[in-house]
């Protein structure tokens, strides 16, 4: 059952809330880090013989440390706000990335930096932004989730073409230090955006020792359902974002090339985060759901068909179920719990589906270097969001609430 809470589109610190929130995610860890770890594969592999089973383990050893984190930044969250803690986030995995650059002298060294990155900038991913949004906005909230998330498919337009140059041109750590200087504006930028009350206040409103205490919501047969699905979504093509560079390498690319292509995902996710915004708050989301996991599906079938001919356009059909997963998730979360809890639930909900995410690559890498091809991990990347539909389809339905 949603909660109703005295704060609409209204307020007037919306459009301060909700810009801070599109910089934040433009800069944070989703965007910056996920979006162009497979740029750095072709460095890492000349100096250290980084293998690609090997970079997935990375992106592996990233995710389940969001998937720790992620949970106690969202208590975090719902205790303290969300200002605070992303801009924190920001500076953190801003060193972070600093520390990439200079201090990766083995595969061994860059896996412990990888996870250490995650941990420490996890306060600046999507728990604060959507948290800061559903306390803002009822009746337009999945428009406003959308234009927030849209930040995170702005920066993976803009950054993976910029850093590939930049790699290119001066080596792969300059790369990161370039990085570096992203989530570092992003924090800048958001401290002067986000009102410094923003969410604390809300938060206080609808809190109540009788929502807070207790956790009948790890009863609910909604809180699994939706688990399981977003999992499952996110194992089935989430494995594909980081090695979509490195698949286009394989198919005779140059790397430049292969980044423009990769920037066509960005551009896609930014106009599925506005399209499925605006259809939140029209149609029930389990439908959006099952639409975005065929359109995924049919980009990975796409490219396993039609090789590079037709790269640009399973690059389209990755992002525009990139582009629905968060704002869709969150979306769900707001609609059918309290508010109050939202942080934790969203951070375990975010958790599962990032640890789903994280295994992707894994077994995409594996898959490529057994079999020398990426062609059977698209065909079984394809029928795990046909059967991710099952999930959308036994969740409850719903109406949008139409309440100012």
Known sequence: MQQQIPVSAASPSWPRVLAGAVVGSATGISAVLLYTNGLFVAGLAQEFGLTRAQFGLGVLLVTISLAIANPFVGWLVDRFGARGLSMLGLLLLSAGFAALGHFTHSVTSYLLLQMLLALLGAGCGPIAYTKLIGTTFTRHRGLALGLTMTGIGVGAALLPPLIARTIEA??????????????????????????????????????????????????????????????????????????????????????????????????????????????????????????????????????????????????????????AELDLLGFLVAQHFKLAQFGRIYGLQYGAFILGSGLGPLWVGAVRDVSGSYAPALLVSSAGLLLTCVGFVVLPAYRPSSAP
């Open 170 to 323: 001066e080596g792969w750590r300059a790369g990161y230090s370039a990085l570096a200087l992203v989530p570092l504006c992003g924090a800048v930028i958001t401290a002067l955006l986000l009102p410094r009350n923003a969410s604390r206040t809300v938060s206080a409103q609808i809190t109540s020792p009788a929502t807070v205490e207790g956790r009948p919501w790890l009863a609910s047969r909604t809180f699994w359902v939706l688990a399981a699905t977003f999992s499952l979504m996110s194992f089935s093509f989430g494995g594909l974002l980081p090695h979509f560079v490195p698949m286009l390498l394989d198919l005779g690319l140059a790397p430049v090339q292969a980044a423009g292509i990769a920037g066509q995902i960005g551009l896609a996710v930014i106009a599925s985060r506005l399209v499925v915004g605006l259809l939140l708050d029209r149609l029930p989301a389990p439908w959006i759901g099952i639409g975005i996991c065929l359109i995924g599906a049919s980009g990975g079938l796409i490219l396993h068909q039609t090789g590079v001919s037709h790269a640009g356009l399973a690059a389209i059909a990755l992002g525009v179920a990139l582009g």
